[in-house]
């Protein structure tokens, strides 16, 4: 098939679905995340071929228009996606899948991190964390608040990412966040206090409310088995911690 010009999402799947170089057609964003795509959403499209394909679809990998967006990859490329594309993939729609379910597996796996990679990704996202809280809460307390609170915000997106991989989940992006949590909780949480506290932390820089949640999440922390991250911080500890003599 030579290579239409994809003006439609609906015409582009039609022509691709009839190529039989073509072994998967992934959804993902918005449209993939029920309820979550509005009228200013295109269509987000992994176009898989076959491994040593010479398709002329290849020629549209990293179209953009108004109405789709094509990434167009190996089977063995597909697989070896990872990091920030992790979620996207996780929650994506598998629209084809010509490979007897492998494509099918393959998008079900990018949802569940591996055991050593996801306690690398806490360890490294715990300490990361610890630090942007210790910064804020040294910031509140020597008088520069702006300096708090860009911190506590910092502190949220490594916090984030250090719960969903003690679930051995990559994090969802900002804009799925309430989506991700309202349909799949982590676990020992509840999502509506956890999302108004993260508010009042990345709005307010809250003190009380950061110190609050710091102690939730040594408790889990030391649980799964990282407690000599959290040792590293020695006395600062004290620091971080809700106590009677807190803010």
Do not use: C
């Amino acid at each position: 098939m030579s290579a239409p010009h994809p003006m439609s999402y609906e015409a582009f799947v039609a022509r691709a679905t009839d190529d039989p170089d073509v072994v998967g057609l992934v959804l993902k964003g918005s449209h993939a995340h029920q309820g979550m795509a509005t009228r200013y959403s295109d269509h987000d499209l992994y176009v898989m071929v076959a491994d040593g394909s010479e398709n002329d679809l290849t020629a549209l990998d990293g179209f953009r228009s108004a109405r789709l967006d094509l990434v167009v990859v190996t089977v063995t490329e597909f697989d070896r996606l990872d990091g920030w594309e992790r979620y996207a993939l996780a929650r994506a729609r598998v629209l084809l899948d010509r490979l007897g379910g492998r494509v099918t597996r393959m998008v079900a796996a990018k949802g569940r991190l591996g055991a050593a990679q996801a306690a690398r990704t806490a360890a490294a996202r715990l300490d990361a964390y610890a630090n942007s809280h210790y910064r804020s809460l040294k910031n509140a307390r020597d008088r520069h608040p702006l300096a708090a609170r860009l911190d506590a915000a910092d502190s949220v997106g490594f916090l984030l990412e250090l719960l969903f991989a003690l679930d051995r989940r990559p994090r969802p992006y900002n804009k799925y966040l309430a989506w991700e949590l309202d349909r799949f909780p982590l676990p020992g949480w509840d999502t509506r206090d956890l999302l108004a506290t993260l508010g009042r932390i990345t709005g307010a820089g809250d003190v009380r409310a950061q110190r609050k949640l710091f102690g939730r999440v040594e408790v889990l922390a030391r649980a799964a088995g990282h407690a000599a991250t959290l040792d590293a911080w020695g006395d600062d500890l004290e620091l971080m911690r809700l106590s009677e003599d807190s803010d």
